[in-house]
Structure formats: C-alpha cells, structure tokens
C-alpha cells in the first residue's frame, strides 16, 4: 500500500508540475500581446514628505489587466518577462508612459520608475531614457530610477559605467528595497544615489516592542542624511508606524496610510485636491485594501 501511495503520489506531482508549466506558458503567450493590445498600465502611488506632509511624487508601478485574469500583480508576471527578455520592450514603455505622465503634472513633481536589473544590464538604457525624456519634454531632474542592489551582485559588465551613464543625463537614482539583500555599505558608495527606499520589511513591526527596527532605520536615515541621500519608507500603513517613520528621521513616506496606487486619472485627481484624509485615519488599524 505504500508503494502504491507513493507511486501515486509521485504521478500527481508530476501532474501538478505539468499543469503548473502549461499555465506559465500560457501565460508567457499573454504576456507577448499584452503591451501591443494595451492591457499593461503604470499606475501611481504618492510618495510624502514626512515634513510638509505634500505630495513631492509618485512612484510608477504596473499592472496587468488581463481579459480573463483581471488583474495581475507584478510579483506574477515580472519575473516572467525577466525571464523571457520580454522585460527590455516592456519596461521601456513602463518608461515612455511615466515620462509621458509625469508631463502632465506640476514640474517639481516626480515620478520614480523601476528598472529591471536585465535593463540595467542593456548598453541601451541611457539612450532609451534619454529618448523618453526627450520625447515627453520633460526635465530629467522629475525622472528617479529605482534600481536594487542586484546590479551589484550580477555580473553586469560595466556597473559603473552604467550608473555614470545616467548621471550624466541628470536623471535621479533610488535604491529599491534596501536592507532586503545583501545590504553592503560599500554599494551606497559605489553608484550616486540620490535616495535609499526602506523595505517594508522594516516598517512592519516597528511597534512591537523589542524590534530592532528602529534602530536599523536610524543608522539608515542618519547615514543617508551624512551622504546627502533622502529616504523613503515603504509600505507605511498605520498612524503607529507613521509617527515612528518621522521619528527615525525619514524624509519621505510611501505606503497605504496615505494611498495606494491609483490609476494615471486618480494620480492627477490626488494632486489636484491634495492628501488631507490622513491626520483623522485610525492610530494602529491597519488601512484597509
Ligand atoms: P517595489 O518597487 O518595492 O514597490 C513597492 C510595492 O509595495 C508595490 O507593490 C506597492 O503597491 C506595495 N505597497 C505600497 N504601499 C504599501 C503598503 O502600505 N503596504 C503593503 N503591504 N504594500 C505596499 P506592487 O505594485 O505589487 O509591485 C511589486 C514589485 O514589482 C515592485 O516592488 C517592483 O519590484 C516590481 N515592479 C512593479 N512595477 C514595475 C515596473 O514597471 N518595472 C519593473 N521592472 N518592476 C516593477
Ligand atoms: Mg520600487
Ligand atoms: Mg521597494
Ligand atoms: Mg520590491
């Protein structure tokens, strides 16, 4: 009976793993019409200043609506366009359309886009943000790129020359997720970043009494500020960590106590009749999603 139940077992897996690649196939065929049939938008989610509690930009973070799906999270699709190289024309529209919007907004407003570390490693990249800029007429300055430490750990041929590259075009740099990885301090002095973005690793459980998280987000915001660095926290959803993220010294705030990400309307909409709902949200429930 044993073996029957395993012998069983095992043709189930392997049932299940053959269904798991078909639907991931078919999903990758979707994923190659997506952008040519408009199913991919950007949509924005503010970023706040803890210190005038205004919008100062957005960052731009995609979505797919699927015909049948609904909609699809990142986290699904991704990592299927890395690994497919469909990444390279996709995140190059992600690009044009953020610049595109970021047009329509007031100038000293901006907009963060992520970039891939696959598009990092694409000798092209300065040339296509370059050409998005150019083609929104927008200045470079409203453009961030938000790269995470991965550039530092793959065997991208020329980091340097990369993060130089677009430096010189006047685009500013984020590093995404930080603390997530491998976190070395070296890799803050190896590119010029003008953010560090706090994972939201660190915001949750913040309140819980012997976390060491404050700690960690001190010394990060203290050596920024020491670097000439801004720092955003991710993923603030209560009024508790909210007090706590000002307290620590971030400058800036991201996260579901102000707003999640809205569609490129909704973004316009925020910054026209600004934030305000905030101050009489609850003290610890989280917001809800
Ligand atoms: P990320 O760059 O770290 O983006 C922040 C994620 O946190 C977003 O998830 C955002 O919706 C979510 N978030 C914001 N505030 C809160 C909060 O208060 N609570 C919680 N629980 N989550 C919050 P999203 O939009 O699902 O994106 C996930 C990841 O997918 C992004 O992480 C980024 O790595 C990637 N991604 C999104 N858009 C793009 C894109 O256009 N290009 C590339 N290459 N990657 C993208
Ligand atoms: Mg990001
Ligand atoms: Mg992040
Ligand atoms: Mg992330």
Known sequence: AAKD????RLHFYSEELHAEAEARARLEEDLRDALAKGELQ???QPVVSTSSEQITGFEALMRWQHPEKGWIEPQRFIQLA????????????????????????????KVAVNVSPLQFANPQLPAIVANAIANAG???SQLELEITESVFLSDIANTDAMFAALKKLGVRLAL???GTGYSSLGYLKKAPFNRIKIDQSFVRG????DSHNGAIITSITSLAQA??????AEGVETMDELDLIRHYGCSHVQGYIYERPLD???ALERLEQGLGAVARGPRSARAPR
């Open 5 to 8: 139940g395993g012998r069983g």
């Open 42 to 44: 950007m949509h924005y």
């Open 82 to 109: 890395e690994d497919t190289g469909l990444i390279q024309p996709i995140g190059e529209w992600a690009l044009r359309q953020a610049c595109a919007d970021v047009a329509q907004w007031p100038a000293d407003v």
């Open 138 to 140: 927008i200045r470079a």
């Open 176 to 178: 995404d997720d930080f």
């Open 206 to 209: 913040l309140t819980e009494p």
């Open 227 to 232: 670097l000439g660095m801004e720092t955003t």
């Open 264 to 266: 490129r309307e909704a």
